[in-house]
């Protein structure tokens, strides 16, 4: 699987440590899915499985590595114009490392798949894989039932199409949006079938969905952060709490801080680069220490 002169599987990644956010709000994420299907038309890539979290994505996409490279690059010059108009922060994403990685085998890509749907109960979200709303594990193996607020792009006239989907990519008419605008995955960009054909049954699904795999995917350290930043944040500040009785991290002397770093280091796996973000040292005053 994976060679760069022929259709593949792909495991596309973004350092989870390079920035704070990528996604804030419904609106972003909303955003943000439909870009995967505006991209990977324009790349002629398909899309097998996502998840999208706050400050990092996970995509497996089906095509060439050519292709695989022009959909995370369109996806992160996209992505950064829509953080600029709504945020004014320049060029947030430019530097943003992206690792493209071959899926060997079927093995691998059913591991790394599951993986991916695992992301969100690992980061701390407490609900199943498949209630996550940004990711394509709610959309696998279960029951197409027609919602009720769904549209085909087809029956909606060029300027709502443009003012939901912010592109001038053609997209096929047979796609749908569902009341919030947001492309609805197993509906359009997201091949259900294919992804459903790699397990081939639910039980199969469920045993790769209960295997530990962080630690075992082939990634860059980045995508490997347990918690995102949002989450980590409110733990930093209740370590503060209860080692020295304030939430303001800030206030504390460099010991202090070197002590809640310490704490999120080997309490909770967060990388050094995270963790300088959340006490407010550099790396370089990091290392050595934790």
Same mark, same amino acid.
């Given at each position: 699987?994976?060679?760069?002169?022929?259709?593949?599987? =792909?495991?596309?990644?973004?350092?989870?440590?390079?920035?704070?956010?990528?996604?804030?709000?419904?609106?972003?994420?909303?955003?943000?899915?439909?870009?995967?299907?505006?991209?990977?038309?324009?790349?002629?890539?398909? +899309?097998?499985?996502?998840?999208?979290?706050? @400050?990092?994505?996970? =995509?497996?996409?089906?095509? +060439?590595?050519?292709?695989?490279?022009?959909?995370? @690059?369109?996806?992160?010059?996209?992505?950064?114009?829509?953080?600029?108009?709504?945020?004014?922060?320049?060029?947030?994403?430019?530097?943003?490392?992206?690792?493209?990685? +071959? *899926?060997?085998?079927?093995?691998?890509?059913?591991?790394?798949?599951?993986?991916?749907?695992? $992301?969100?109960?690992?980061?701390? =979200?407490?609900?199943?894989?498949?209630?996550?709303?940004?990711?394509?594990?709610?959309?696998?193996?279960?029951?197409?039932?027609?919602?009720?607020?769904?549209?085909?792009?087809?029956?909606?006239?060029?300027?709502?199409?443009?003012?939901?989907?912010?592109?001038?990519?053609?997209?096929?008419?047979?796609?749908?949006?569902?009341?919030?605008?947001?492309?609805?995955?197993?509906?359009?960009?997201? $091949?259900?079938?294919?992804?459903?054909?790699?397990?081939?049954?639910?039980?199969?699904? $469920?045993?790769?969905?209960?295997?530990?795999?962080?630690?075992? *995917?082939?990634?860059?350290?980045?995508?490997?952060?347990?918690?995102?930043?949002?989450?980590?944040?409110?733990?930093?500040?209740?370590?503060?709490? +209860?080692? =020295?009785?304030?939430?303001?991290?800030?206030?504390? @002397?460099?010991?202090?801080?070197?002590?809640?770093?310490?704490?999120?280091?080997?309490?909770?796996?967060?990388?050094?680069?995270?963790?300088?973000?959340?006490?407010?040292?550099?790396?370089?005053?990091?290392?050595?220490?934790?």
């Amino acid at each position: 699987m994976g060679r760069s002169d022929e259709p593949g599987y =792909f495991h596309i990644c973004t350092d989870g440590n390079a920035v704070p956010w990528i996604f804030q709000d419904d609106e972003d994420f909303i955003a943000g899915v439909n870009r995967i299907g505006i991209c990977s038309i324009a790349s002629q890539v398909e +899309t097998v499985a996502y998840t999208l979290m706050d @400050n990092h994505g996970h =995509f497996i996409m089906y095509g +060439t590595l050519l292709g695989c490279k022009r959909f995370i @690059n369109t996806y992160k010059v996209l992505t950064g114009k829509h953080i600029s108009r709504k945020y004014k922060i320049k060029d947030p994403l430019r530097d943003l490392p992206v690792e493209i990685i +071959t *899926i060997k085998n079927e093995e691998e890509l059913m591991a790394t798949i599951a993986y991916l749907d695992r $992301n969100p109960v690992v980061a701390g =979200f407490k609900y199943l894989p498949n209630e996550y709303r940004w990711g394509s594990a709610r959309h696998i193996f279960k029951e197409h039932i027609k919602e009720e607020q769904s549209r085909r792009l087809g029956d909606l006239g060029f300027n709502e199409r443009r003012r939901l989907l912010k592109t001038r990519t053609p997209l096929p008419d047979d796609w749908e949006v569902d009341c919030d605008g947001m492309l609805i995955p197993g509906k359009s960009f997201l $091949n259900t079938a294919r992804l459903e054909k790699i397990f081939k049954t639910p039980m199969r699904y $469920n045993y790769f969905l209960a295997k530990k795999l962080e630690g075992s *995917i082939e990634m860059m350290q980045g995508c490997r952060t347990f918690l995102p930043d949002k989450e980590l944040r409110p733990v930093a500040a209740q370590i503060a709490m +209860t080692l =020295f009785g304030t939430t303001d991290i800030k206030s504390l @002397n460099v010991t202090s801080r070197l002590r809640v770093a310490r704490e999120l280091r080997h309490g909770y796996a967060a990388t050094i680069k995270q963790v300088s973000r959340m006490v407010y040292l550099d790396t370089e005053s990091l290392k050595g220490f934790i």
